[in-house]
T-cell receptor, first 113, second 114 residues
Framework: RKEVEQDPGPFNVPEGATVAFNCTYSNSASQSFFWYRQDCRKEPKLLMSVYSSGNEDGRFTAQLNRASQYISLLIRDSKLSDSATYLCVVNLVPYNQGGKLIFGQGTELSVKP | DAGITQSPRHKVTETGTPVTLRCHQTENHRYMYWYRQDPGHGLRLIHYSYGVKDTDKGEVSDGYSVSRSKTEDFLLTLESATSSQTSVYFC?????????????FGPGTRLTVT
């Protein structure tokens, strides 16, 4: 079983749609959680950290359920510029001990006009 | 912009030759990392450093060595490149923001071993 598993893609959605990505992780000791965005042939870029209380940044909402070991990302009112691969990432060590990040394989999103 | 550069950005080399990739950062970050990214595998940690001359192995360290003689530079060496090391290599640094931890990536080096 992979340590971080994501929905297989690609997701093809029209502009303005709401799309949800799901992710599960296997290590219950995971400390912190993130969503990264990666454009084709570019480096991953941090989209948002995910907190236990849930957090929102504009059109993006992230949720964490530690009991179910489940992370989600919701994108509302999709834009063409949201087309990218979204990576679910967990950190296995406490924040002040560097990082041991485990990456999911990513879910590709394509937003069409 | 986390001030990370990688060189070279693209390299084609032959099997059996040594290759060194350089990661340079300008903001005095303590932690630095090398990853490789391959289809079907996602990003995997090769080695990381937690200070000058302090390094440790990651998940896929076989065939790779690293050195960090200065805070700003983290070098990844393939002593004798193999075709299985054809990949995209990303360097990263980490920052602690209050109680949260964030990791930022360089632009990547695309390496082809023929």
């Amino acid at each position: 079983r992979k340590e971080v598993e994501q929905d297989p893609g690609p997701f093809n959605v029209p502009e303005g749609a709401t799309v949800a990505f799901n992710c599960t992780y296997s290590n219950s000791a995971s400390q912190s959680f993130f969503w990264y965005r990666q454009d084709c042939r570019k480096e991953p870029k941090l989209l948002m950290s995910v907190y236990s209380s849930g957090n929102e940044d504009g059109r993006f909402t992230a949720q964490l359920n530690r009991a179910s070991q489940y992370i989600s990302l919701l994108i509302r009112d999709s834009k063409l510029s949201d087309s990218a691969t979204y990576l679910c990432v967990v950190n296995l060590v406490p924040y002040n001990q560097g990082g041991k990040l485990i990456f999911g394989q990513g879910t590709e999103l394509s937003v069409k006009p | 912009d986390a001030g990370i550069t990688q060189s070279p950005r693209h390299k084609v080399t032959e099997t059996g030759t040594p290759v060194t990739l350089r990661c340079h950062q300008t903001e005095n970050h303590r932690y630095m990392y090398w990853y490789r990214q391959d289809p079907g595998h996602g990003l995997r940690l090769i080695h990381y450093s937690y200070g000058v001359k302090d390094t440790d192995k990651g998940e896929v360290s076989d065939g790779y060595s690293v050195s960090r003689s200065k805070t700003e530079d983290f070098l990844l060496t393939l002593e004798s490149a193999t075709s299985s090391q054809t990949s995209v290599y990303f360097c990263a640094i980490s920052e602690v923001q209050g109680l949260s931890y964030e990791q930022y990536f360089g632009p990547g080096t695309r390496l082809t071993v023929t």
